[in-house]
């Protein structure tokens, strides 16, 4: 009998992803719950017509944020993520 303790995360966005993956690095038995058919919630993403479309989040805009998190769960996000810098990051037309 697996005498872990069980976790249970209601929805696979990244923050409960990030929650879901810390309890398992502390030995917890961790199931994951999405209620749509892909995870990332609102970093999320469609394909539609062969045109991808961002649910949410666009740009990574604190990717200090993200490293820290990598980096406690024991990797290195720059060799995770495959990631460019955007130049401008925007422009606004009024
Ligand atoms: C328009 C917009 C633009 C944004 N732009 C940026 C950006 O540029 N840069 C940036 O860093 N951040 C941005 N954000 C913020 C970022 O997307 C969120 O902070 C982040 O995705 C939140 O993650 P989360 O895991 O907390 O929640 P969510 O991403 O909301 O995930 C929650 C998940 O739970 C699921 N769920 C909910 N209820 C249930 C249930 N009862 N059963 C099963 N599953 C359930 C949902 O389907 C979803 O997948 C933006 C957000 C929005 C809306």
Excluded: H
Aim: aromatic share 10%; with cysteine.
């Amino acid at each position: 009998m697996d005498s872990r303790k069980k976790a249970v995360i209601i929805g696979a966005g990244t923050g409960r992803i990030a929650t879901a993956a810390f309890l398992a690095k502390e030995g917890f038995d961790v199931e994951v719950y999405e209620k749509n058919p892909n995870p990332g919630g609102r970093c999320g993403q469609m394909t539609q017509n062969g045109y991808r479309f961002d649910l949410g989040a666009t740009i990574l805009l604190m990717p200090s944020i993200y490293r820290e998190v990598f980096s406690a769960l024991g990797m290195d996000m720059d060799k995770e993520l495959e990631t460019s810098s955007l130049e401008p990051v925007y422009k606004i037309f009024f």
